[in-house]
């Protein structure tokens, strides 16, 4: 089964990326190289105007794989789902996350990278790494910016869920629907009133300008903290541990070193 699936919707306006890995659609390595592959296209295609994420089934997605969390794997994980960021970055193009059920990890990441966030009333939103005694790159730097220091503060260091209504209270979902139906209907409108009547040269330029500092701070800040990740907080017992007792099923032995 591919791991992506995609189409092009909106007389080819809007390409429609679905991560296709049910029931969690986890961002493993394949999905990822699969996904940065899909996305390099994009950039010749310049009657583009926007791209969507959605999940396959009834959850958008449990995040990148734990398993290539291990010490050894994490290097290169992170390497790749961060040139994802740079790609989307460099592109332009405006970019929509339609959630529902669990959004976890790299995947509200994914979706914090997004211009707009369109959730049902099942979804569910964490950044649960702290839990696993690491941390979250991307959603360290995204979060702050989208919703202040305060509230990320509360998300990052506690890893704690919420749900659609309490995301958009936060101010990184825009909208909140009763059900999958109920968005995607008024998804189509806001494509059709706010995205196709407009030139997809001058949405791109809109979006770098919209996101100068936003892209800067991806660009420069994103790499310092995968160091942080890779090079300092992997060389400690607990993180090691955290992953370890989670893919064992078991409760993690902190030594608090």
């Known amino acids: 089964m591919e791991k992506i699936k995609y189409e092009l919707t909106h007389n080819n306006s809007v390409a429609r990326v679905i991560l296709n890995s049910p029931k969690g659609n986890v961002l493993d390595s394949v999905m990822m190289s699969d996904l940065i592959g899909l996305l390099g296209t994009f950039d010749s295609m310049n009657a583009l105007k926007l791209i969507t994420f959605e999940g396959e089934g009834a959850h958008f997605s449990f995040g990148a794989s734990v398993e290539e969390h291990r010490k050894e794997n994490a290097a290169e994980m992170l390497s790749s ?25 790299g995947a509200m990441e994914l979706c914090l990278m997004c211009n707009f966030i369109f959730a049902d009333s099942s979804a569910k939103f964490a950044q649960p790494e702290i839990i696993l005694g690491v941390f979250p790159p991307p959603a360290s730097l995204l979060l702050p910016l989208k919703i202040g220091s305060a509230k990320a503060d509360e998300l990052l260091i506690t890893g704690k869920t919420i749900n659609a209504a309490d995301a958009k209270n936060a101010g990184f979902v825009n909208e909140v629907y009763k059900d999958w139906d109920e968005l995607n209907s008024a998804f189509d409108d806001f494509v059709n009133v706010q995205i196709a009547p407009k030139s997809a040269s001058s949405l791109r330029y809109a979006v770098r300008a919209a996101r100068f500092m936003f892209n800067r701070i991806i660009n420069e800040d994103l790499k310092l903290l995968e160091d942080l990740y890779i090079n300092d907080m992997m060389n400690t017992s607990d993180s090691n541990e955290g992953i370890n007792s989670f893919l064992e099923k078991r409760k993690p032995e902190w030594k608090n070193n």
């Open 81 to 105: 789902f961060h040139s994802m960021f740079y790609m989307l970055a460099k592109l332009g193009i405006p970019t929509a996350a339609k959630v529902r059920g669990q959004c976890l990890g």
